[in-house]
């Protein structure tokens, strides 16, 4: 995502009321912080955040929480979400890899992954988000009943993604090469990525998994 760094991005990311600072002290507190114990759903690499903006509108018993690492990208994120008043949606501004840092075992209900960087190079597997060091890591913070949900354009992370869910012990319930010809695309809600290779008449694959114990 090529942006023109905002000096000012940092500090509106800061201030702005949805961004949860210093998140690793409200670990094993979240329904504390939303004030109440509906299920917590967690878009890892949220991007400019329409996707979230969306859904906090049309299903307000869920809480929702994006995370990003960069502060310029949030800070698009945190105004689009401007224009809904939804008091259950909060935002991270940190690295994916800590997450284990800011959620409990079985906190999470559902993790999202939405278009994430593919890291084509071999050498750099490690970054994506679905190599088993990441996986684990989800697993730990899902519920027993949690799920993971993948949407890419890029047929190798599918493949590899697959091959690594079958690594770690995680079980496929839906799956579809072809996501928006599919009977799971009814209620979906396109991110800003998924528009854009959809527009270009590119298949979107999907799946969405669940730890065999989530922990
Ligand atoms: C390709 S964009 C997709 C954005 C959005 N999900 C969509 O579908 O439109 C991937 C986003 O994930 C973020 N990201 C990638 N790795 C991350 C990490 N380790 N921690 C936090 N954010 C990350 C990037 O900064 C970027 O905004």
Redesign the pocket.
């Given at each position: 995502?090529r942006l023109r760094r905002k000096p000012y991005a940092k500090e509106m990311v800061q201030k702005h009321p949805r961004v949860v600072l210093e998140p690793e002290r409200v670990k094993g507190f979240w329904k504390e912080l939303f004030g109440n114990d509906r299920p917590i759903h967690v878009?890892?690499?949220?991007?400019?955040g329409?996707?979230l903006s969306t859904v906090c509108r049309m299903h307000p018993r869920i809480n929702w929480i994006g995370?990003?690492?960069?502060e310029d990208?949030l800070l698009q994120a945190c105004r689009k979400s401007d224009e809904t008043d939804c008091d259950n949606l909060r935002f991270l501004w940190?690295?994916?890899?800590h997450l284990n840092e800011v959620f409990a075992e079985g906190e999470v209900e559902k993790i999202l992954l939405?278009?994430?960087?593919p890291w084509p190079k071999k050498r750099h597997a490690k970054?994506r988000?679905t190599h088993h060091r990441f996986l684990n890591l989800y697993r730990k913070i899902l519920t027993p009943s949690g799920t993971l949900q993948l949407?890419t354009d890029n047929e190798s992370l599918f493949a590899f993604t697959l091959e690594e869910l079958e690594h770690c012990g995680f079980r496929l319930l839906e799956f579809s090469r072809d996501f928006h010809r599919s009977p799971y695309a009814r209620e979906n809600v396109q991110?800003?990525?998924?528009e854009k290779f959809s527009e270009r008449g590119l298949p979107i694959y999907y799946l969405l998994a669940r730890p065999s114990s989530a922990y």
């Amino acid at each position: 995502m090529r942006l023109r760094r905002k000096p000012y991005a940092k500090e509106m990311v800061q201030k702005h009321p949805r961004v949860v600072l210093e998140p690793e002290r409200v670990k094993g507190f979240w329904k504390e912080l939303f004030g109440n114990d509906r299920p917590i759903h967690v878009e890892l690499g949220t991007g400019k955040g329409r996707f979230l903006s969306t859904v906090c509108r049309m299903h307000p018993r869920i809480n929702w929480i994006g995370v990003e690492r960069i502060e310029d990208v949030l800070l698009q994120a945190c105004r689009k979400s401007d224009e809904t008043d939804c008091d259950n949606l909060r935002f991270l501004w940190m690295d994916i890899q800590h997450l284990n840092e800011v959620f409990a075992e079985g906190e999470v209900e559902k993790i999202l992954l939405h278009f994430s960087d593919p890291w084509p190079k071999k050498r750099h597997a490690k970054r994506r988000l679905t190599h088993h060091r990441f996986l684990n890591l989800y697993r730990k913070i899902l519920t027993p009943s949690g799920t993971l949900q993948l949407k890419t354009d890029n047929e190798s992370l599918f493949a590899f993604t697959l091959e690594e869910l079958e690594h770690c012990g995680f079980r496929l319930l839906e799956f579809s090469r072809d996501f928006h010809r599919s009977p799971y695309a009814r209620e979906n809600v396109q991110t800003e990525y998924e528009e854009k290779f959809s527009e270009r008449g590119l298949p979107i694959y999907y799946l969405l998994a669940r730890p065999s114990s989530a922990y």
